[in-house]
C-alpha cells in the first residue's frame, strides 16, 4: 500500500512540473510573438522619437565621416549620403503619420520603409569602414531601429527580406 501511494505521489509531482514547465513555456511564446499587441501607442511613439533623432544625429555626423573616407567626392558617397537623407525623410514621415492616426499598428508600412532603406545603408557600413565614432552611432540607430521591426513584426535591419 505504502508502494502504491508513493508511486501515485511521485507521478502526480511529475505531471505538475512538466505542466509547469509547459504553461511557463508557452507564456514566454505568447509574450513574444504578441509583444508588439501589447504596447500603448505613447510607448511606440516614445520608440519613434529616438528612431527619429538616433537618425537625425546620423546623417550629421554620417555625411563627416563620407567626407573622410576613400569614398569622398565619388557617385558612391553621393549615393550613400542621399540613401541616409531618404532615411531620415522616411522617419519623419514614420513620425508624422504616426501622430495622425489611431492605432499606432496602421504605421507598418512607413516602418517596413524606414527599415528597408537602413538596410541598404547598413550594408555599406559593414562593406566600408568609417570611423568608430560612425559605427558605433549606426549602431545605435541599427538598435533603435530593431526595437521597431520586433514592435511591428518585421524583420530587422539587413534581413534577406530587405534587399
Given at each position: 500500500m505504502r508502494k502504491l501511494f508513493s508511486k501515485i505521489t511521485l507521478a502526480t509531482l511529475a505531471l505538475t512540473v512538466v505542466?509547469?514547465?509547459?504553461?511557463?513555456?508557452?507564456?514566454?511564446?505568447?509574450?513574444?510573438?504578441?509583444?508588439?499587441?501589447?504596447?500603448?501607442?505613447?510607448?511606440?511613439?516614445?520608440?519613434?522619437?529616438?528612431?527619429?533623432?538616433?537618425?537625425?544625429?546620423?546623417?550629421?555626423?554620417?555625411?563627416?565621416?563620407?567626407?573622410?573616407?576613400?569614398?569622398?567626392?565619388?557617385?558612391?558617397?553621393?549615393?550613400?549620403?542621399?540613401?541616409?537623407?531618404?532615411?531620415?525623410?522616411a522617419t519623419d514621415e514614420l513620425s508624422s503619420e504616426f501622430d495622425r492616426r489611431d492605432a499606432w499598428i496602421e504605421n507598418k508600412e512607413e516602418t517596413r520603409r524606414c527599415l528597408n532603406i537602413a538596410s541598404d545603408i547598413d550594408r555599406n557600413m559593414r562593406n566600408y569602414r568609417f570611423g568608430s565614432a560612425a559605427e558605433s552611432n549606426w549602431g545605435r540607430v541599427r538598435y533603435e531601429l530593431n526595437t521597431l521591426a520586433d514592435i511591428y513584426n518585421l524583420p530587422r535591419v539587413g534581413a534577406a527580406a530587405y534587399r
Open positions: 505542466s509547469i514547465f509547459a504553461a511557463d513555456a508557452s507564456a514566454q511564446r505568447t509574450r513574444r510573438e504578441t509583444r508588439g499587441r501589447m504596447m500603448t501607442k505613447a510607448q511606440v511613439q516614445t520608440v519613434i522619437k529616438r528612431v527619429e533623432d538616433r537618425v537625425d544625429n546620423f546623417v550629421s555626423k554620417y555625411d563627416k565621416a563620407l567626407d573622410r573616407s576613400r569614398l569622398d567626392g565619388s557617385s558612391r558617397e553621393n549615393w550613400l549620403m542621399n540613401r541616409a537623407r531618404d532615411l531620415e525623410r
